[in-house]
């Protein structure tokens, strides 16, 4: 087995919503349901909302 050279980091910069979301994971959809409570709660409006939900499919997609 050769040795690893170095550990590259995930790049959340080039993340596809179309190739690289899971719409259907589990744990996304949880997080988003979460999140959407969360953010009717506490009033934010629609692009702090959705700077939430883009944030979450791209931490939590393959």
């Known amino acids: ?5 170095f550990t590259a980091t995930r790049d959340f910069r080039r993340c596809d919503r179309e190739w690289h979301a899971d719409l259907a994971n589990p744990w996304l959809v949880r997080a988003r349901k979460t999140a959407r409570a969360l953010g009717e709660a506490r ?3 629609r692009w702090i909302a959705g700077d939430v939900n883009r944030a979450l499919v791209i931490v939590l997609s393959d």
């Open 43 to 45: 009033g934010w409006n």
């Open 1 to 5: 087995m050769q040795p690893t050279l």
